[in-house]
């Protein structure tokens, strides 16, 4: 069987999209259709189900790229690293959520760069859970960071760690409003406090009046920026209130910049997954990673 048509396939398998499958390949659309037909008419099955918007992989379909893609992507690794230059570090590719990647697993990983013989050479990117596992299913990231457990065969997911998130604010808010009580009754007491958040949507904000005080909040957002860590920059100014992962603000308490304004009995979580493309754990630099990544974040609190 052709490689090159092998390459092509778990590439439109992971791009869900012969338009997109083509870009990646640095080939034209009719080539990439071209050579799935092959592929499939050799096999004598269909791989993909044509849709208006992109394909859907058959069973056979997920099935091969199962097993031929891990396969592929040692063969891409042995290439790209070369055989006889030893002394070449391989890079690992990252992405992940911006706060989280800076704050803890950058810090961690770089203690495995350097030319030891095992190190690594490092790049990271950042974005949203969606855009980290759809740059790792075409093969853009070695390993990823994401809030969501990623469905089918293609990836493998492990459980890296539970952030909690805490209800903060500057202290004189806290003054204003005095304690907040459970339940739906405590959010009525927040209502008329302005609201920090990352999207105008109040992802943070909502996920926590559901879990805690089980209702939705009634305020809008007063200051909105996309990335937490400016976020908890305007709950110190005293711009309003603010739910942030406790890893990220635990300073701020400690010093009083900013203070819890709820103690639930149980405070809301949130998972975050080490995601890796099935199989590629068998290439010693992104196996290594991964386990430090996992062994490190049992310290994580």
Not at 89 to 108: I, N, Q, S
């Given at each position: 069987m052709d490689l090159a048509l092998l390459r092509t396939f778990v590439t439109v398998h992971r791009a869900g999209s012969f338009t997109r499958a083509a870009a990646l390949l640095g080939l034209s659309q009719p080539a990439v259709t071209s050579q799935i037909r092959t592929l499939e008419r050799q096999l004598g099955r269909p791989l993909f189900l044509r849709q208006a918007r992109g394909v859907t992989p058959t069973t056979i379909g997920d099935e091969l790229a199962h097993k031929a893609a891990p396969h592929l992507d040692a063969l891409v690794e042995i290439a790209e690293s070369g055989l006889d230059d030893e002394s070449s570090?391989?890079?690992?590719?990252?992405?992940?959520?911006?706060?989280?990647?800076?704050?803890?697993?950058?810090?961690?990983l770089v203690e495995l760069t350097g030319d030891d013989g095992q190190g690594f050479s490092l790049r990271a990117s950042f974005g949203n859970a969606d855009e980290a596992l759809e740059g790792l299913s075409a093969g853009h990231h070695d390993l990823a960071i994401s809030t969501a457990r990623p469905r089918g065969a293609l990836l493998t997911a492990t459980p890296l760690c539970d952030e909690e998130h805490v209800l903060v604010a500057a202290p004189r808010w806290a003054k204003t409003i005095g304690p907040v009580a459970p339940r739906g009754s405590g959010a009525s007491a927040l209502e008329n406090l302005p609201v920090v958040e990352v999207h105008e949507s109040l992802p943070f904000v909502s996920r926590y009046w559901a879990s805690v005080f089980d209702c939705r909040p009634a305020a809008s957002g007063t200051v909105v920026v996309p990335d937490l860590r400016a976020v908890l920059t305007c709950a110190i100014a005293g711009a309003g209130l603010a739910v942030l992962p406790r890893y990220l603000c635990a300073s701020a308490l400690e010093h009083g910049d900013v203070v819890a304004l709820h103690d639930p009995a149980v405070p809301p979580l949130r998972t975050y997954f080490l995601v890796v493309r099935t199989g590629t754990l068998a290439m010693p630099h992104i196996a290594r990673a991964h386990e430090w990544l996992l062994r490190t974040a049992a310290d994580w609190s």
């Open positions: 570090l391989r890079t690992l590719h990252l992405a992940g959520p911006p706060e989280f990647t800076a704050e803890r697993a950058l810090p961690a």
